[in-house]
């Protein structure tokens, strides 16, 4: 897949808007006190699981242990479970 690398002329191009200053962004208000509606409507809503299959819990953990299952990204907390679940199966 190539990506495409817009030049500050493609950016010129599509924008009218000029920087602010630091009186518009004292002035600036929060999105969610601007538009409460639409604000309201955007966030996500998630229902009850329709067959939990796993448990909420809180561990704790050794530092290296977290970063360890955190250096390959995304997933880590789903690694540490198969992790355990092999641990389990195997004592």
Do not use: C
């Given at each position: 897949?190539?990506?495409?690398?817009?030049?500050?002329?493609?950016?010129?191009?599509?924008?009218?808007?000029?920087?602010?200053?630091?009186?518009?962004?004292?002035?600036?208000?929060?999105?969610?006190?601007?538009?409460?509606?639409?604000?309201?409507?955007?966030?996500?809503?998630?229902?009850?699981?329709?067959?939990?299959?796993?448990?909420?819990?809180?561990?704790?953990?050794?530092?290296?242990?977290?970063?360890?299952?955190?250096?390959?990204?995304?997933?880590?907390?789903?690694?540490?479970?198969?992790?355990?679940?092999?641990?389990?199966a195997?004592?």
């Amino acid at each position: 897949m190539t990506k495409t690398r817009y030049t500050q002329a493609d950016m010129d191009a599509v924008t009218d808007n000029p920087e602010l200053t630091e009186a518009d962004i004292a002035a600036a208000r929060p999105f969610t006190e601007v538009f409460p509606e639409l604000a309201a409507s955007m966030r996500g809503k998630r229902g009850a699981q329709k067959t939990p299959t796993k448990v909420s819990t809180t561990i704790r953990l050794s530092p290296d242990v977290i970063a360890y299952f955190k250096q390959n990204g995304a997933g880590w907390q789903a690694r540490i479970d198969a992790a355990l679940k092999e641990w389990v199966a195997s004592h």
